[in-house]
């Protein structure tokens, strides 16, 4: 059988079947998602999988919002979005949307985790939380000097934080 390249829609469609089968296994996965990529057309396609199963394709804002924090940010997403952002507008209005989530929802939480997927190849990020981001004294074990949003926080007893 030839070796094809999977479309973003079959990929979609795929994340949905496994998500059901892991659900449906009472392995305790409760999950949303977002598949997005580029089809063999170039052009960008954006589905987003909620918990039930439910696939969806964006195919009027340019976006998707997913996920309990989500609600939380919905009318400032709306608000804010810009459909001509440069690559790092875009990082940095993701990552402080997800920060704003990650403030009001409690199962939204830990670090935000960008990935970066264009014609050039991939990248990704991880940004920890600002609310501590600043801190101009050791407090908590979280000292100034190891603290940024590329390290991340050094915990006293604790292994560094690693790239995932």
Same mark, same amino acid.
């Given at each position: 059988r030839p070796r094809t390249t999977a479309t973003v829609s079959q990929v +979609?469609?795929?994340l949905r079947s496994l998500l059901l089968e892991a659900s449906s296994d009472n392995a305790e996965v409760m999950a949303s998602l977002i598949c997005a990529g580029c089809d063999? @057309?170039?052009e960008g396609r954006i589905f987003s999988i909620a918990p039930s199963g439910l696939l969806t394709e964006e195919t009027t804002i340019g976006y998707a919002l997913s996920g309990s924090g989500s609600t939380f940010i919905m009318g400032l997403v709306d608000e804010n979005y810009r459909p001509k952002m440069t690559e790092d507008e875009a990082v940095e209005f993701v990552a402080q949307? %997800?920060?704003r989530a990650m403030n009001r929802d409690g199962s939204s939480g830990g670090v935000v985790r960008i990935y970066v997927l264009n014609k050039e190849g991939s990248r990704s990020s991880i940004i920890y939380p600002q609310n501590s981001i600043?801190? @101009?004294e050791e407090k908590d074990g %979280? *000292?100034?000097s190891t603290w940024? *949003?590329?390290d991340? +926080?050094?915990l006293k007893g604790f292994a560094p934080p690693s790239r995932v």
């Open positions: +979609a469609y795929l063999e @057309t170039g949307m %997800i920060q600043g801190v @101009t %979280i *000292s100034e940024n *949003s590329r991340g +926080a050094v």
